[in-house]
């Protein structure tokens, strides 16, 4: 079961911040400039958590995880430039048989999600 999970962030060293950029869009989109949502399962999201607290400095960094219920996500609005609906992911396979993962760290090559 997936669930949307919406990361906010404050990190003031450009290099940490940088490093928790890219962990994070190992799993979820970058909807704003500190702001990243996405749907994970709860295994998704733990290991996201854990690679973000890898490289922030807990004493000086600010990282908030908000997970959203069904009925939750369905009362999200978004206005201005970008705001689409939010859907879940599809995944489109391009060698019958293999799995990927859109979001996550894998030496396999990963298929391209989109979005319906």
């Known amino acids: ?10 990190i003031s060293d450009d ?10 869009k190992n799993y ?6 500190s702001v990243f949502e996405g749907f994970l399962t709860m295994v998704q999201f733990n290991r996201m958590r854990a690679a973000v607290q890898g490289v922030i400095d807990l004493s000086a960094d600010r990282v908030r995880f908000y997970r959203l219920c069904g009925a939750c996500r369905d009362k999200v609005w978004a206005d201005g430039a970008g705001a689409g609906a939010l859907e879940e992911p599809v995944f489109f396979i391009d060698r019958p048989g293999e799995h990927y993962q859109k979001f996550g760290k894998s030496n396999r090559r990963r298929a391209q999600a989109k979005i319906l």
């Open 1 to 10: 079961m997936t669930f949307l999970f919406v990361v906010a962030f404050d």
């Open 28 to 33: 979820i989109h970058r909807v704003q400039y």
């Open 15 to 24: 290099r940490r911040r940088d490093h928790a950029v890219k962990a994070l």
